[in-house]
């Protein structure tokens, strides 16, 4: 798979047999650019085009796929230019548009992308010729002149991306005197018939994350996967949660994304995960008898997040965040899943174009020491999502680790991350439900140490 911090070399020979060799460069969904080189009668074209990732579809046989299409495609048709910053201009060329199946995001020559020029995308399309993965020691000084002249402020960005030095070879990170493991924990109510898609999909995109942090980093990565059901109890997840055995340099990042609930009188702010998918009990008690044995049900069939917090830290690794996508309700109260039409923005697969900056990696997650506990929502607040992105909490955390890692932004912390966390959050809420309050809640303690490059 295309790893998320890698530059993306394509090449694409189109139906005047014209060859184009492509740098995709991009640091989020919405903000990419390629920069295309050819060359026709004699002549060399070097053109810029900015690229957006749009959300996952599906063709008529049932097929998912991505396109990555450059924003003045449509408005070419109407006269408008692409970017040619040669000297000469070429009136045929056509900006193309990528088409990637999921196991396209290979390399293997019989899974390669698709490009067309036809803006109906599915028209004339054709396999590209090369789409090869570019670490940055892979990138050479004469590689960034052939797609950039040398006054350009991308050619200098670029240059600082790949570590590049004079006489343009590559400067590598020390490497990690000890590489920590990262162990990724989650819960996952996958099975629920209301909520168990928007669930699967925050295990899938938490996964697709820290994985590819953890091959940023070069450290190796550990998942373990517990799925919510009516047999699964208080004491089964314990255990299962004491067998992960960290070092004292490890990380650890706990998630549970599921069905959340906590007691009127409970004085804990942080709700308990309903560990069951079919509760074996009714949620309006006929009187206090029936009250008492639901309680009984639930106190076995559930884990609040702070009990699970507090298993986690005394492992004693390094660095442990532990997050909840869940309710904080009176018990009773559903979870929403929002109509389809409420799928907010930055919710792309583009993670997998993505380019991360080790630095700000190697600060939030080698450099860091302590504890992170956070929750979706406060004390009566519901958490929200839909099926499509997944729920909004566990979607603006990844967005937010995103935007922390990307190479133009500033010095990142967990405080920074988990508050953005939050504040994101709320407004996916409340751009589904104007009316609906989602402020959530953090407990923080972690220290960072000063970075060396």
Known sequence: MIKAQDLVQI??????????DC???SYDPDDAYMRIQFKEAGKQYLVDLKYNTLPMDENAEGQQFVIMRDDSAFNHAHGIASVFLSDDYFDDFIPPTFIWFPNSLLTPDDELPYFTEDAKFFHNQKRV?????????????????????????????LKDLCRIEEPGQYRALPPLKIKPTMHFIMVVNNADKKIGVSCSKDQEKLDRELSAIARTLGIPYKPYFIYCANDLTKVKLQTRLNEVAPGTN??????????????ADQKDPYPFMNLWVTPSFSYEPKDQEELSQIKQQVNINSLGLSEAYQI?????????????DLCNTSIGVPRPVNPESYVTFGHRDGSNFLIRDTLKLRRLFIDATGN??????????????????GGYYTTSFVDALREAASFRASTPSWEGIINKTIANALVYRQKAEPKEAQNG?????????????
Request: charge should be negative; glycine fraction near 4%.
């Open 129 to 157: 010729d090369i789409c090869q993965l570019l670490n940055p020691e892979d990138i050479t000084i004469e590689m960034l002149k052939s797609f950039f002249y040398e006054d350009e402020p991308e050619f200098e960005e």
């Open 312 to 324: 986690i830290t005394k492992k004693q690794a390094r660095l442990n965040v532990v997050l909840g």
């Open 250 to 263: 490890d990380i650890i990042i706990f998630s549970y994304s599921g069905h959340g609930s906590r007691w």
């Open 11 to 20: 090449q694409y020979t189109d139906y005047r047999n014209i060859t184009y």
């Open 441 to 453: 809640i953090r407990n923080i303690d972690i220290k960072m140490a000063v970075t060396k490059k």
């Open 23 to 25: 740098l995709l460069v």
């Open 372 to 389: 992170l506990l956070s929750a979706a929502a406060r004390a009566d607040e519901a958490a929200s999502g839909n099926s499509t992105s």
